[in-house]
């Protein structure tokens, strides 16, 4: 037993905010009910802030003095709430959409810095947050709060560096450090064996300490991981500003902060192995790093001149008029290009041509789960014309032509037949199935991340077409009109 | 509240939070990568402790910049969801 006990409407309070959180979470099964959720959700924290707000107020005798609000503080306390709304909306509004992983790895790291003051808060000023008699901190909330900090500063290094990655600060190629996994594997020991410590002991040094290694170990977590792999590792640091603030809740016996910390620590972990299956790799051989620099020069193997079909803007236009229906397979090179304006233009007139449009998006077509479909929706194409693969693979034998923009690897066949292929085994948009398949390309020389060569260029029905992904649509949209 | 109470409504939660992820459609992946990291910003409640608290200076103005941390992400999450969920749209039926 440990800690004061709250009055039962202050619990109740943060129950319900936790079950609002639960509804933001539960909106989101579908684009419609997904706005109330987000309202939904945004309530839920107002009632979390104005709950310890009025909890924390002064009051006429107060019983316990370290729970005395007075002017100066609430002052103080709604100014750095201003700062802080202020910054968040502003870059909120400006960001755009193709930064989203940055702005998303930024905020983990600032949940994780969060996490780690208010651990060293509550160290510090054990009494204010009810979890020590006489100087005396509860072992168990000892192990939580050393918990809550160890894990907010991995957050907060890991995220920055994964931050630096996405946003083109610092090279993408992983960074192997020799004996890395000793060196990793140590620190991680001696982060252990300091919090069971700090159980037995609460000095000053075993608390920081440990602290202090956790912000390396998170530095040296993500400094070997590939610039392929930062969808997973944007999950997983997800996961961990999660877990963070669970341990935080437990320290504060805080429902609120408990149910929130459960749901985030599992929806980034159910991220991660959805793009870990996606590109059929690990979720260990992802931590352990190494794979996939920024772009792998194209080997030495597929640099033989084999005979391919080029086609013109022209051509495509005519064939994909007189198409049934075309399936458009994105991928980030067309974001990078800023095209998809110019693609949905592309769509609508072949719409009014009568032929049927749908996108098909595999799970790594983005930079983060889901990418792809924000930058689909900004550029105004409805949700429902765009499919995830499983969905929609069945259907390219039924489709006349493949539209393939910007996307490389996801649609080489040799994953699911070449078994010495760098991605055998992930799954594949099958695109080479439609009876033609249109991929734009920069030029020939080049691979996609993996560094593979893709025989879909050679194949009969393949047509490339070789342009900057922007000029080629913004010519077949000419010509269609 | 005792230790293994709390832990029972970690668990459950855990379980709940299972189900309710994988039933959000993978359209909505990264506006639930978003509106997560609002969410998890609920740390504020400690930062809002700490900074309200007397008797320790330094815990108090750690609990400041807690607060400002946390209420970038807070209302920067919140409304970055909300900016990405307002474009997607369903087809014009016509």
């Known amino acids: 037993m440990h800690g004061a006990a709250l009055p039962s409407w202050v619990a109740l309070a943060y129950l319900l905010a936790g079950g609002c959180f639960i509804l933001a979470l539960r909106g989101l099964s579908s684009p419609e009910s997904s706005r109330r959720g987000n309202r939904i959700g945004m309530a839920g924290m107002a009632i979390a802030v104005a709950t310890t707000l009025l909890y924390y107020h002064p009051r006429p005798s107060g019983e316990n003095p370290f729970k005395l609000l007075n002017m100066g503080t609430a002052a103080e306390i709604l100014g750095a709430i201003a700062i802080g709304a202020a910054i968040g909306i502003v870059t909120a509004r400006r960001i755009a959409m193709t930064a989203m992983p940055q702005l998303v790895a930024a905020f983990h790291s600032l949940v994780g810095m969060a996490a780690v003051l208010v651990a060293a808060a509550a160290y510090l000023n054990p009494d204010a947050f009810g979890i020590a008699v006489a100087g005396q901190i509860h072992q168990v909330s000892r192990i939580e709060m050393s918990l809550g900090a160890a894990i907010g500063a991995i957050t907060f290094s890991g995220s920055v560096i994964a931050f630096l990655k996405l946003n083109g600060n610092m090279s993408g190629k992983p960074i192997l450090l020799p004996a890395r996994h000793v060196i990793n594997l140590g620190t991680l020991a001696v982060i252990l064996g300091l919090i069971a410590y700090f159980v037995t002991d609460q000095s000053a040094w075993v608390f920081f300490t440990l602290t202090a290694l956790a912000f390396l170990i998170g530095f040296l977590l993500i400094i070997p991981i590939g610039g392929a792999d930062m969808p997973v590792v944007v999950s997983m640091l997800n996961s961990y500003s999660g877990w963070a603030a669970a341990a935080m809740g437990f320290t504060l016996q805080n ?145 006349d032509v493949a539209f393939v923009i910007g996307a490389n690897d996801v649609t080489n066949p040799a994953a699911k037949t070449d078994k010495s292929s760098p991605i055998y085994g992930m799954p594949v948009l099958d695109v080479e199935k439609a009876k033609t398949v249109l991929f734009i390309k920069r030029s020939m020389g080049g691979a996609g991340y993996a560094g593979v060569d893709n025989e879909l260029f050679y194949r009969d029905n393949t047509m490339m077409l070789l342009a900057d992904a922007k000029k080629m649509v913004e010519e077949i949209v000419k010509a269609l009109g | 509240m005792d230790f293994i109470s709390i832990l029972s409504i970690f668990v459950l939660a855990c379980f709940v939070g299972y189900y309710v992820v994988w039933s959000v459609t993978p359209a909505l992946h990264t506006p639930l990568m978003a509106v997560t990291n609002a969410i998890s910003s609920v740390i504020v409640v400690g930062a809002l402790i700490a900074a309200a608290a007397m008797g320790a200076v330094t815990a108090k103005w750690l609990g400041l910049l807690a607060v400002v941390l946390a209420s970038v992400n807070i209302f920067g999450g919140f409304a970055v969801t909300a900016r990405m969920l307002a474009m997607y749209k369903k087809k014009e039926r016509r």
């Open chain 1, 255 to 399: 429902t609120a902060m408990i149910i929130t910390g459960a749901l985030v620590g599992s929806s980034g972990a159910i991220l991660s192995y959805i793009m870990c299956r996606a590109m059929n790799r690990s979720f260990v051989s992802v931590i352990a790093g190494g794979f996939g620099g920024d772009a792998v020069a194209g080997g030495a193997a597929g640099a033989i001149d084999r005979p391919f079909k080029r086609g013109s803007a022209e051509d495509a236009a005519f064939l994909m008029s007189q198409a049934e229906q075309v399936i458009i397979v994105p991928g980030y090179g067309m974001a990078v290009a800023q095209a998809q304006h110019a693609l949905r233009e592309m769509a609508d007139l072949l719409k009014k041509e009568g032929v049927s449009v749908k996108y098909a998006i595999h799970p790594v077509a983005g930079r983060m789960p889901g990418h792809m479909n924000v930058l689909l929706a900004e550029a105004n194409v409805p949700y429902d014309e765009v499919f995830e693969l499983e969905d929609i693979n069945s259907e390219f034998a039924r489709t």
